[in-house]
C-alpha cells in the first residue's frame, strides 16, 4: 500500500485489494451460516445485526484503504435506507467524518500539473497543511493576490481513472454480498443505484462544472439568510477550486454552543425552504446534505458550501415526488390509500400496474410505520423536528421489506432521497420547529 496517506491508483493494486475483501466476506458468511444452524432459534436479531456490522467494518476498511470515489461510494451508500440494513449502512457513514489529509508532496504535485509551478507562486499565502479533508480533495487556507482570504479546494491526484473501476468492484461486492447473505436487494436495483452514483461522480471532479453549480446558486437562490461562496476564477482549474472563504461554524459545532431555540428554528427554517427552493423553483437538488457543507455565520445567516455533487431534475420529477408526499400525509387516513397508491404508480416505484389490493396486501403492512414516520412533519403547520420519531430501521430490516418489493423509481429519486434524508438528519440534530407546508402545497 505504500505510505498510508497516499491512494493506491493501479488497476491491479485497487483490484487486489478488493478481492482479498470479497473473499474475507465469504468466509464471515460461512462461519455466520454455521452458527445460525447450530443456534437454531436461539439465534436473534441482535446476531444477525451484529454480523451485517461484521460485514460493514469489512467493506468500510477497504473503502477507506482505497480512498478517493471509493470513500464517495460509501459515503453515498450509507445514505441508502432504501438499499441496505441499517447496522451496515452505520459502518458505511464512517467515512463521511474519518478521512486523513493527504501529505503536501501530492498536493504539490497537483499544482504542479495545473500550472507548473507550486502552491506558492499561485497564491500570496497558502497554507499547506489542509483544514478539510473529504473523500475527493481536501480544502486550504490561502490569501489571493488582492488580498481576500480564500478557501481551496484540490482534487486528490489519480482520481479520475479509478471511477470506473471503483464502482465496477462496489457493483461486484455488493452483489457476493447480496448473494451470499440475503440481506441486500436484488442486483437491477444495485445496479440502478450504482449507474447513478457514476454518473454524479463524473461530474463531482469537474471542478469548472463545480464553478458553473456555484455562480448558478448564487445567481438564482432568492431566499434571504442564505449564503454561498464566491468563486475565484483566477486561481482556479481543472484539478483546484478557489473561493472567498466563508468564516462560520458547522452545525454540529454550533449545535454544541447551545444556541437558542429561536436561532434553531431560523436556521432549520433557512434549510428546509432552500430543499424547496431548490425542489420547486430551480429544479436540482444540492445533493450532499452532510453537516460539513454548511455554516452558520455570525449574523446567524447560514452558508451553503461544496457543489460538486448537484443533480439537475427532469420536470415530471418535483411534480410526482411532491404528489407521492402530499399522498403519505394524507394516508394517515386510511380511507386515502387509493390516491397513495395512485401516487405510487405514477412514479413507478413498486411498478405501474400496482393496484390497491396488492399494495394493501403485500406492501401495506410492513411499509406502514415507514409511510406514516414520512408522513410525520406535514399532520401540523409547524412541526418540531427535535420530537420526530427515530426512523423505524427494524421494520426496513425485516425482509428488507420495501427494497425487495420495489421494481425501480426515477434516477432523479435516488439524490431527492439523499437530500430529504440529510434535510430531516440535520433538523432532528437542530431540534428546529419548521413551517413545512411550503413542501406539499405546490
Known sequence: MGKKNEIPTGRLSRAALTGVTATKLGAKQLAHVGKKVLRGKAFTEEDQKRHEEELGKLLFKTLGMLRGTAIKLSQALSQEADLLPESLRKELAKACHKVAPLNRALIRKVFLKEWGVGPEKVFNEFDSQAFAAASLGQVHEAVGSDGRALAVKVQ????????????????TMLSDVAGRTGIL?????IDEVLDEVEERLHEEIDYRNEAKNIEFFNQNVTIPGIRFPEFVEETSGDFVLSM??????HIDDWVASNPSQGERDRVGQLLFDFLVHCLHDLNCMHADPHPGNFLILKNGDLAILDFGCVKKLDPD???QITRVLRAVAASKDETKLPELVAAYREI???????DLDEYLENIHPVFRPYKDWLGEPYQEA?????????????????????SKRMSGFPKDYIYFERSYYGLISLLRKLRARVKTAGMIDR
Request: hydrophobic share 35%; no cysteine.
Open 244 to 249: 472567498v472563504r466563508l468564516d462560520g461554524v
Open 317 to 319: 420529477f418535483p411534480p
Open 185 to 189: 436487494p436484488k442486483r437491477a436495483l
Open 382 to 402: 409547524t412541526f418540531d423536528f427535535g420530537g420526530m420519531s427515530p426512523i423505524p430501521t427494524s421494520n426496513l430490516h425485516d425482509g428488507l421489506s420495501i
Open 348 to 354: 413507478g416505484f413498486f411498478g405501474k400496474n400496482l
Open 156 to 171: 486528490y491526484p489519480g482520481i479520475g481513472p479509478t471511477i470506473k473501476s471503483d464502482v465496477r468492484m462496489m457493483r
